[in-house]
T-cell receptor, first 114, second 112 residues
Framework: DADVTQTPRNRITKTGKRIMLECSQT?????MYWYRQDPGLGLRLIYY???????NKGEISDGYSVSRQAQAKFSLSLESAIPNQTALYFC?????????????FGPGTRLTVL | QKEVEQNSGPLSVPEGAIASLNCTYS??????FFWYRQYSGKSPELIMF????GDKEDGRFTAQLNKASQYVSLLIRDSQPSDSATYLC????????????FGQGTILTVHP
C-alpha cells in the first residue's frame, strides 16, 4: 500500500463550489504539506503543518484552508473554487527536521474548475 | 528575482551524453539542496541531496554545490531515455526554515 495517499485523484468542479482534497499517510511523520503545481511554475507551497496543533500558511494560501484532523490526515479545502485554482495538487510528508530530510509525495490530485 | 531558479529548458541530449542541470538560489542562509525527478503525470521523487560544498556522487548522478556562488547543479552521466523527466531543484533552510522552496523545473529529454 502507498505510504501517502490522496483522494480524489481527479476532480472536475464548477466555479463557486466548495471542494475538499484529502491526504492520509502511514509513514508516521509529523510534518505534512500541501503544494500546487502549474506548468512552468514548479511546486508552490499552500499550507504546511509541523504537528497536529501547528498550521502555517505557505506562499499561496489565499483561497485555501486546511484541517489537520490527526497526525495521519491533512485536508485542503477550496471554499469557493475559481478557474485559476485548476492545477495538480500534491500532499507531502516529512520526518522531524534534519538538514537532509526528504519529503515524500502523494500521487497527486488533478483538479479542474470550470 | 525568483528565490530558486533553474536553467530554462527543455534540455535535449543524446543517449550516452552528460546532462547538466543548473540551479541558483537567492537566500544565502540556505543549508540543504535537493534534486527531485518527476516523470510526466507522476509525483516527484528524491534522487539526490547535498549540504556541503563540493561534489556528491551516487551512481550516474553527481550533485555539485557552491555556496559562495549560490549555485547547485546535477550532472547525469551516460544519460538514458529513462532519465527523460522534469528535474526539480529544491532549497531548504535560511528564511524558509523547515520548508522546501522549489525551482520551476527543467524538462530533460534523452533521445536514442
Amino acid at each position: 500500500d502507498a505510504d501517502v495517499t490522496q483522494t480524489p485523484r481527479n476532480r472536475i468542479t464548477k466555479t463557486g463550489k466548495r471542494i475538499m482534497l484529502e491526504c492520509s499517510q502511514t509513514k508516521g511523520h509529523d510534518r505534512m504539506y500541501w503544494y500546487r503545481q502549474d506548468p512552468g511554475l514548479g511546486l508552490r507551497l499552500i499550507y504546511y503543518s509541523f504537528d497536529v496543533k501547528d498550521i502555517n500558511k505557505g506562499e499561496i494560501s489565499d483561497g485555501y484552508s486546511v484541517s489537520r484532523q490527526a497526525q495521519a490526515k491533512f485536508s485542503l479545502s477550496l471554499e469557493s473554487a475559481i478557474p485559476n485554482q485548476t492545477a495538480l495538487y500534491f500532499c507531502a510528508t516529512s520526518d522531524v527536521d534534519r538538514d537532509w530530510n526528504e519529503q515524500f509525495f502523494g500521487p497527486g490530485t488533478r483538479l479542474t474548475v470550470l | 528575482q525568483k528565490e530558486v531558479e533553474q536553467n530554462s529548458g527543455p534540455l535535449s541530449v543524446p543517449e550516452g551524453a552528460i546532462a547538466s542541470l543548473n540551479c541558483t538560489y537567492s537566500d544565502r542562509g540556505s543549508q540543504s539542496f535537493f534534486w527531485y525527478r518527476q516523470y510526466s503525470g507522476k509525483s516527484p521523487e528524491l534522487i539526490m541531496f547535498i549540504y556541503s560544498n563540493g561534489d556528491k556522487e551516487d551512481g550516474r548522478f553527481t550533485a555539485q554545490l557552491n555556496k559562495a556562488s549560490q549555485y547547485v547543479s546535477l550532472l547525469i552521466r551516460d544519460s538514458q531515455p529513462s532519465d527523460s523527466a522534469t528535474y526539480l531543484c529544491a532549497v531548504k533552510g535560511g528564511t524558509s526554515y523547515g520548508k522546501l522552496t522549489f525551482g520551476q523545473g527543467t524538462i530533460l529529454t534523452v533521445h536514442p
